[in-house]
């Protein structure tokens, strides 16, 4: 059973283009979780998805940022018009169940020139 | 809003030392968990510690949970330099579906 999994591992871009990051969940897990790690910190809640639903979002900064988690496909995290500022590591986390049981994949890391 | 709080932030030892990581949190929690995580790597989970007084050992680090005291150790005994990491606490919140993660203290066993 493959863990985690998350791509690209590396990511840069210039300011102002828009960023992609996709997870795709261990097999049989529903729940998906995203945290941002900005460099010499802790994990930091984003959002919180279930198969076609966003559960809880109040991590997520209310412009730019959006996620999504379809049907079918790996979940999306998305930021539009990057800045520097969004330079950190991502990380998502699946679940089967429930936030007690949380996977992590390897994480995304993003540079913003 | 649940804060936690990792002291020390930065712990450098010599191996064959003893030490305790702190891990202080604000309000009720089901749970909580302690991570390593390597430079540039993701995190790799070591204890789950779900009710008061719940103790886990494995190798050199044992951990330890006070529901009361809303506090978690992570104890190094006799350091050696593969232990070198960031250590991470995290706690759910209860009736939430989030881990909460503290600072992390970065440990350095030097030789």
């Known amino acids: 059973n493959a863990g985690v999994m998350q791509n690209p591992r590396h990511l840069v871009r210039r300011r102002g283009q828009e960023a992609r990051l996709r997870c795709s969940p261990m097999?049989?897990?529903?729940?998906v979780y995203w945290y941002r790690q900005l460099p010499e910190e802790g994990l930091k809640f984003m959002v919180y998805l279930q198969k076609e639903n966003i559960i809880d979002e109040s991590g997520m900064p209310k412009e730019r940022f959006s996620a999504e988690f379809p049907k079918e496909g790996p979940s999306i995290l998305r930021i539009q018009q990057v800045v520097r500022g969004d330079s950190a590591a991502y990380f998502c986390?699946?679940?089967?169940?429930?936030?007690?049981?949380?996977?992590f994949g390897p994480g995304t890391r993003l540079t913003v020139t | 809003e649940l804060k936690v709080e990792q002291n020390p932030l930065f712990l450098s030892m010599q191996e064959g030392k003893n030490y305790t990581i702190y891990c202080n949190y604000s309000t009720t929690s089901d749970r909580l968990y302690w991570y390593r995580q390597d430079p540039g790597k993701s995190l790799e989970s070591l204890f789950v510690?779900?009710?008061?007084?719940a103790v886990k050992q494995e190798g050199r680090l044992m951990a330890s949970l006070d529901t009361k005291a809303r506090l978690s150790t992570l104890h190094i005994t006799a350091a050696v330099h593969d232990l070198s990491a960031t250590y991470f606490c995290a706690v759910v919140i209860q009736g939430a579906q989030k881990l909460v993660f503290g600072q992390g203290t970065r440990l350095t066993i030097n030789p």
């Open positions: 986390a699946s679940s089967p169940t429930s936030v007690f049981e949380q996977y």
């Open positions: 097999k049989g897990h529903s729940h």
């Open positions: 510690l779900l009710s008061n007084g």
